[in-house]
């Protein structure tokens, strides 16, 4: 018997939600709004879903000697969850306390030069030819038995997810006028629209689904907080069908059924299945192994040593800790328990609390630190930290989501860190008729009237 049944919760996780739109309305701050809405889909929609008998059920490792899941299980398993979404919005809310700017950025020039732009442009053709190069050769090497988890490189097999950067990258030199040529332009599509096609796949459902977040918050940077609200609300709808026609591909090849099971997937989260790696996370921690402490952070240090110099470095995960799969397995498997699961794993409750704390922290202070940026560097690393929380909510092994945040955007960090001079300094005039609130950030470099209040 849990302390509180499924309507509370759910009330709990809705009233997040109604929370986190006040927030954005009047702070202009979509980072509340994307985790309660995300934590909720997997959270109080995946158990509604599953116990209305609107999924196919409950996700099943009876092979290997898990226990099968019940309602009661995910019961509680939800109530962890909403107790560490609750910690994860209130410690943000505690430590964001700006208005994010709505910046006008028909007035505001592009800050780099226009070799910046044309380097941008030969850059993502170039990772875009090195992408189809290393898919190849990755193919060519699990087709020869190599095991993905054990004795292939991460480095070749996260590569390709450097075009969710360069998309980012193209994405915001575009909005901010960097593309001023009919051919720069057509370049710039080119690279879009074959991003798009790379990464639209059951393989690459996240890296498609990351850029199109990043999309979002770039096109909609200078709009006021209730239009950005419509936008990133419709742009999360048609986000939710793209990934599940994307997961529907693995099993379907006409469109009839492609659509059909993409409608299934999208409306029974079945790709939203964390709350059922978080009820089979409990039957590991504590029974089977002790809580980790820190030092599944810790991996995140180690993770980047190549096999080559570590050969027996451990893969990560609790299927791997507990023998349950190895380099003969020839795949890595587990089912991903949310960022608060692997905080769960950490130190149960306290371990929720104190990272909760941590990530809220860093998160907030990045987030104000891009104000204080040109508009150009502000949007670009708002748009990275949206992207990244959509793989880093769903969590799992942390070491290896890292490493996908890493190959993923370091094209954006590239950018930003070679022209961090250029950057640093928001430019002048940042004036704009409805951005009333007056530099609340405290940088003495803005003028009056820079922030928008509702």
Avoid at 261 to 270: L, P, Q
Wanted: charge should be positive.
């Amino acid at each position: 018997m849990t302390l509180f049944e499924f309507p509370e919760l759910c009330a709990a996780q809705l009233g997040l939600i109604f929370l986190s739109v006040i927030w954005m309305l009047r702070r202009n701050d979509e980072i509340p709004l994307l985790i309660s809405t995300f934590l909720t889909y997997c959270g109080s929609y995946r158990y509604w879903a599953v116990t209305s008998g609107l999924s196919r059920g409950w996700v099943s490792l009876s092979n290997f000697g898990f226990p099968p899941i019940d309602d009661q299980k995910a019961l509680t398993a939800l109530l962890f969850i909403i107790f560490g979404e609750i910690c994860l919005i209130g410690f943000y809310m505690l430590f964001q306390r700006q208005h994010l700017p709505v910046w006008r950025i028909t007035d505001t020039p592009f800050p780099l030069s226009p070799k910046w732009s044309n380097r941008i442009l030969m850059g993502g053709l170039f990772c875009m030819g090195v992408t189809l190069v290393a898919r190849n050769q990755l193919v060519a090497l699990i087709r020869a038995g190599r095991s993905l988890g054990f004795q292939i490189s991460a480095y070749l097999y996260l590569f390709p997810f450097a075009l969710v950067g360069i998309a980012t990258v193209v994405m915001c030199v575009w909005k901010f006028g960097g593309f001023r040529s009919i051919f720069s332009k057509a370049i710039a599509l080119f690279i879009l629209a074959s991003v798009a096609s790379l990464t639209f796949a059951p393989s690459g459902r996240f890296q498609f689904l990351g850029w199109l977040i990043a999309a979002g918050v770039i096109f909609s940077a200078n709009f006021r907080p209730h239009k950005r609200l419509v936008l990133l609300s419709t742009l999360a709808v048609v986000a939710i069908a793209l990934f599940a026609t994307a997961g529907a591909l693995r099993n379907t090849t006409n469109s009839v059924n492609l659509n059909q099971a993409a409608w299934e997937r999208a409306f029974s989260a079945e790709d939203a299945n964390m709350l059922d790696g978080f009820v089979l996370l409990q039957e590991v921690y504590p029974d089977r192994l002790p809580f980790s402490l820190g030092m599944e952070h810790i991996e995140v240090l180690l993770r980047p040593i190549p096999r080559a110099i570590w050969p027996n470095k451990p893969v990560g995960g609790y299927m791997n800790k507990l023998g349950l799969i190895d380099a003969n397995s020839g795949f890595t498997l587990g089912i991903s328990p949310t960022l608060l699961g692997s905080f769960y794993a950490e130190g149960w409750l306290i371990g929720i609390a104190f990272f909760c704390f941590l990530y809220s922290y860093c998160i907030a202070k990045l987030v104000v630190y891009s104000t204080r940026l040109h508009p150009f560097a502000g949007v670009l690393i708002r748009a990275v930290i949206c992207a990244a929380l959509v793989p880093l909510l769903r969590a799992g092994d942390l070491p290896g989501i890292y490493a996908w945040i890493g190959m993923g955007f370091w094209p954006c960090f590239l950018v930003l860190w070679l022209n961090r001079h250029i950057l640093s300094m928001p430019p002048q005039p940042l004036v704009s008729p409805y951005l009333i609130y007056s530099n609340p950030s405290g940088h003495p470099n803005y003028p009056e009237s820079t922030f928008y209040r509702p």
